[in-house]
């Protein structure tokens, strides 16, 4: 149950698009198509952005988009705005009813 | 309105035991599986257990097996986490989470524990 890896810091400026990476392993990202991403601002819980790799909940831009290659997926945000601004983790389901999260990522919007 | 309600958090010695609960409304809770997730101060998150709908099967974490319980009661709505034998790095704000599917789609906002002497 190691941690999925994710970079500490991002940033971009107003408009611009960034991509958080998150790797794992063969067991984990590479084995399902069950990664799921979470926004969080400071002082609130995690809010439901990406599930199953692609998908986008209900009332979630379509800024925000998933992808996954092999060991690693991705979450990409287009037209960063200055709400954007916030910690992104990664989510992996990693079997017999077991998840593992990222490090978390601080996006910062120049 | 999906909400979840944490309480029971507060401030307990290492070695000393808390029970944690959560309350939900605005689904149906007997249907769906459900997780606690932790964060510990200034750090990331961490998925702490799972129990099935069924309220019979629960799945744990590494770091917590065998010293935490979850358990739920569908006639309440009510999820619980009773954690025994605590220790420093337990100290974490603790969610109550919905699962959807293989993902979380619904958070509390969380109850903190701090584990000090």
């Known amino acids: ?110 | 309105e999906v909400q979840l309600a944490e309480s029971g958090g507060g401030v307990v010695q290492p070695g000393g035991s808390l029970r944690l609960s959560c309350t939900a409304s605005g689904f149906t809770f007997s249907t769906y599986p459900m997780n606690w997730v932790r964060q510990a101060p200034g750090k990331g998150l961490e998925w702490v257990s799972n129990i099935r709908d069924s309220t019979t099967d629960t799945f744990y974490a590494d770091s917590v097996k065998g010293r935490f319980t979850t358990s739920r009661d569908n006639a309440k709505n009510s999820l619980y986490l009773q954690m025994d034998s605590l220790r420093v790095e337990d100290t974490a704000v603790y969610y109550c989470v919905r699962d959807s599917l293989w993902s979380f789609d619904n958070w509390g906002q969380g109850t903190l524990v701090t584990v000090s002497s």
């Open chain 1, 1 to 110: 149950q190691s941690a999925l890896t994710q970079p500490r810091s991002v940033s971009g400026s107003p408009g611009q698009s960034v991509t958080i990476s998150c790797t794992g392993t063969s067991s984990d990202v590479g084995r399902y198509n069950f990664v799921s991403w979470y926004q969080q601002h400071p002082g609130k819980a995690p809010k439901f952005i990406i599930y199953d790799v692609t998908k986008r909940p209900s009332g979630v831009p379509g800024r925000f988009s998933g992808s996954k290659s092999g060991n690693t997926a991705s979450l990409t945000i287009s037209g960063l705005q200055a709400e954007d601004e916030a910690d992104y983790y990664c989510c992996s389901y990693a079997g017999s009813f077991t998840w593992v999260f990222g490090g978390g990522t601080k996006l910062t919007v120049l």
